[in-house]
């Protein structure tokens, strides 16, 4: 069975894939925090912006791998040979597993995923976004997009040019200073031009 926070359809808002429609699956759990505001002062990340924990949100339970997939169909709204979804979280490796991957590409669904890098992957997931945190162990090394929320304390990008990605992205930190982190991340692209700013749109729209 598969802890599930949440599952929707809407639009990517961030990254390489901005404006590509997709079902969210949003894992529950994370290994960097538990998600309980208590708890945040000694989380390894201590800034993120997302209710990962338990499964009582929309659409949210517990799945086996044959009712996640029946759900992810009946969100989306045609009747599709390819089927696009976002695995995220909290940490979604901590359970996607190869079972998990190898069925939803049996149902002709194409396997995104957001991770923080520091769990091995499953083999064949179509899109990795690694988006790594500050005092972690990366073991991730390899994939299609690097996503650093910055300025980030104890995180130097250039750190991390010499993974085997393709696409390389600083995400303004959402925080009282935003205004100023977009301003830092512009700067810091300009002076560096292999990255790529990613914005959070999905915000700026006012959409999930």
């Not at 997709?22 to 529950?28: E, H, T």
């Not at 997939?69 to 190869?98: N, R, Y």
């Not at 162990?137 to 250039?158: A, R, T, Y």
Request: charged share 25%; aromatic share 12%.
């Amino acid at each position: 069975m598969y802890a599930i926070k949440e599952i929707y359809y809407t639009i990517q808002g961030e990254g390489f894939h901005t404006g590509r429609p997709a079902v969210f699956v949003r894992f529950s759990g994370c290994n960097l925090w538990t998600g309980r505001e208590e708890d945040r002062h000694k989380a390894i990340c201590q800034f993120c912006d997302t209710d990962f924990w338990g499964t009582d949100g929309v659409e949210g339970g517990k799945y086996t791998k044959e009712s996640l997939s029946a759900k992810i169909k009946e969100l989306w709204p045609i009747d599709s040979d390819k089927i696009f979804i976002v695995c995220t979280g909290g940490e979604p490796a901590l359970q996607l597993d190869q079972e998990l991957v190898d069925y939803l590409h049996q149902k002709d669904i194409e396997i995104a995923i957001e991770t923080n890098g520091t769990v091995a992957l499953p083999d064949h997931i179509d899109w990795i976004c690694m988006s790594p945190k500050a005092h972690t162990e990366i073991v991730v090394s390899k994939g299609h997009e690097i996503k650093i929320v910055f300025p980030q304390k104890g995180i130097d990008p250039l750190d991390f040019e010499s993974l085997d990605y393709l696409h390389y992205y600083l995400q303004p930190m959402d925080s009282v200073e935003q205004e100023e982190n977009i301003f830092k991340v512009q700067e810091y692209c300009l002076l560096h031009p292999k990255w790529k700013m990613s914005l959070q749109t999905h915000k700026i729209l006012g959409i999930k």
